[in-house]
C-alpha cells in the first residue's frame, strides 16, 4: 500500500528526523509528515550549541554520545553540517556561582566527560578573545562542545531518509490520530489524507501536548517563546559559546563557517505560550549584553531577529517513551536542548521501537515519572 509505512513521525524537527534516519537505517520505512518546512518549528529558530555540560548522569551520557555522532555527521550524511568543536565557557562572576560549576564539574567528569574544567578569568580570556574579565572569578569550560547548522543538519536526515526509501510530507498537519482496538493505526491530515502505519510518533516539539491530545494521551510539554539574533559574519575570533547566567545575561556564539554572531536570552518574567512575535526590547537588550562580555564587538551589525518556543517539562527533563496507547510513542519535551540532543535522541527512539521495548531507554525520560527533581544547568 502506497500510504502505508512501518513507521509514522509527526514532526520533521530534529527529533523527528534523527529518529527517522536511525530507523530507516534499521531497514524500516518511515514517514515524517509536518505541518510546515522542515526545522520549521523549533529547530530552525535555534542557535546551534551542542554541549555536554549539564548534571544529569543521563543527559551528560546522552550529550556525550550526541557530541560523537555530530562530529561523524558530515561523512556519514554526505552534507557539510558545519560542527565545529569551538567549546562552551559557563562564567562565574560570584562564588555562589562558582561553587555550584564545581559541583556540576565533579558531576560530569564522574559521569566520563574528562575535558571539562575550571578555568580562572586569565584563562577565560585566552579561551575566549576580547572577553571583559572584569569582576570575572572564572568559569566551566568545556572545549569538545560544540556548534553545527540546524537546517543543515535536519535537511541531511532528511535526504539520508529518502535515500533509504522513506517519505518526507512537508505541508501536512496531523489533525487526527487514528486508533482501533487500543492501538494506534495511523494518522489524518487537514488535508483529508489518510497515512496508515504500525507505529507512530509525537515529535512534534512544542505542539507535544496537541499532538498527544490527538491520541488521548497527556503529554506534560508546556511551550515558552524565546527570543534570538544574528549578526553579520565578520572574521572568527575562536572564542567557545559564552554563557552568562546573571540576570542581565544571555547566550552566544560565532559560527565558524561564516562568521555570525548567534545569541539569545532566557526573558525574566518567562513567556509561556505559543508566540512567534518578536520584541524591540530584546533587539535593543540582547546587542547590550554581548556588549558587556564583549565589547570589541560594537561595530558588528545584528541583520535579523526572531523566536521561537523552547519545550518544556516539569522538570526539565525530555520525555523518551512509548505511552498508553499501544505504539504509539513520543519523543518530546527536550527543554531548549533539543538540537544537541537530537542525534543521540534519534538513536534511542529507534531503538526502543525496534526492539519493542516495554520501558522507556531512560527512566528519568519516562512518560510517567516523578517531576520533582530539577535539571541546574538550564
Ligand atoms: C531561541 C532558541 C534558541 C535555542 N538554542 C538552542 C541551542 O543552542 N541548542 C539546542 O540544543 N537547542 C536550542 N534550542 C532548543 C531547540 O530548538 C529545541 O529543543 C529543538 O529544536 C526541539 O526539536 P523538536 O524536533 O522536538 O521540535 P521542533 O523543531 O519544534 O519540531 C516539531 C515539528 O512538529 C511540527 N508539528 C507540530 N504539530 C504538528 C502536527 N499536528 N502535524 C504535523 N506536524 C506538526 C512542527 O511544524 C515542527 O516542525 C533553542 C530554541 C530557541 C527557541
Known amino acids: 500500500m502506497a500510504n502505508h509505512s512501518d513507521v509514522i513521525i509527526i514532526g520533521g524537527g530534529i527529533i523527528g528526523a534523527a529518529s527517522g534516519y536511525y530507523l530507516a537505517q534499521a531497514g524500516l520505512k518511515v514517514r515524517i509528515l509536518d505541518r510546515g518546512y522542515l526545522g520549521s518549528g523549533s529547530t530552525g529558530r535555534c542557535i546551534g550549541g551542542i554541549r555536554q555540560q549539564f548534571t544529569s548522569e543521563g543527559s551528560i551520557k546522552l550529550m556525550m554520545e550526541s557530541v560523537r555522532l ?10 557539510d553540517v558545519h560542527w565545529h568543536n569551538g567549546g562552551y565557557l559557563f562564567l562565574a562572576h560570584d562564588q555562589q556561582r562558582k561553587e555550584s560549576f564545581l559541583q556540576n564539574i565533579a558531576i560530569q567528569r564522574q559521569a566520563g566527560l574528562q575535558d571539562v574544567r575550571w578555568i580562572d578569568a586569565y584563562e577565560c580570556r585566552q579561551v575566549a578573545p576580547g572577553l571583559d574579565i572584569n569582576g570575572l572569578l572564572g568559569g566551566s569550560y568545556c572545549p569538545s562542545d560544540g556548534q553545527a547548522y ?13 535515500q533509504l ?13 487514528i486508533r482501533t482496538g487500543g492501538r494506534v493505526k495511523g494518522v489524518r491530515t487537514v488535508q483529508g489524507q489518510e497515512f496508515l502505519a504500525d ?28 527570543e534570538a539574533l544574528i549578526t553579520e559574519g565578520v572574521e572568527y575570533l575562536g572564542a ?45 537588550e540582547m546587542p547590550r549584553r554581548m556588549l558587556k562580555l564583549v565589547p570589541a564587538l560594537a561595530p558588528v551589525k545584528v541583520i535579523r531577529q526572531w523566536s521561537g518556543s523552547y519545550e518544556n517539562t516539569p ?15 513520543v519523543a518530546a519535551g527536550m ?5 544537541m540532543l537530537g542525534p543521540a535522541v534519534g538513536r534511542r527512539v529507534a531503538r526502543m521501537i525496534t526492539e519493542g521495548g516495554t520501558k ?3 527512566a528519568e525520560f519516562a512518560l510517567e515519572r516523578d517531576f520533582s527533581s530539577k535539571e541546574a544547568m538550564k
Open 70 to 79: 555530530f562530529g561523524e555527521m558530515s561523512e556519514e550524511l554526505g552534507t
Open 150 to 162: 540546524p537546517f543543515a543538519v535536519v535537511n541531511g536526515y532528511a535526504q539520508r531518509i529518502k
Open 165 to 177: 526509501g522513506g517519505q518526507v510530507s512537508t505541508f501536512a498537519e496531523v489533525s487526527d490520530v
Open 199 to 226: 507505529v507512530v510518533v509525537n515529535a512534534a516539539g512544542p505542539w507535544a501536548r496537541e499532538v498527544g491530545a490527538l491520541a488521548g494521551i497527556d503529554v506534560p510539554v508546556e511551550p515558552e517563546r524565546h
Open 240 to 284: 567557545p559559546m559564552l554563557v552568562d547566567y546573571r540576570s542581565d545575561g544571555g547566550y552566544f556564539q560565532q559560527f565558524k563557517h561564516n562568521g555570525q554572531f548567534i545569541g539569545c536570552y532566557s526573558p525574566v518574567p518567562n513567556v509561556p505560550g505559543h508566540s512567534s512575535d518578536s520584541t524591540y526590547q530584546f533587539l535593543s
Open 315 to 329: 522538570d526539565g527533563n525530555p520525555i523518551l517513551d512509548r505511552t498508553p496507547l499501544d505504539s504509539f510513542y
Open 335 to 339: 527543554c531548549g536542548h533539543g538540537f
Open 360 to 362: 522507556p531507554p531512560l
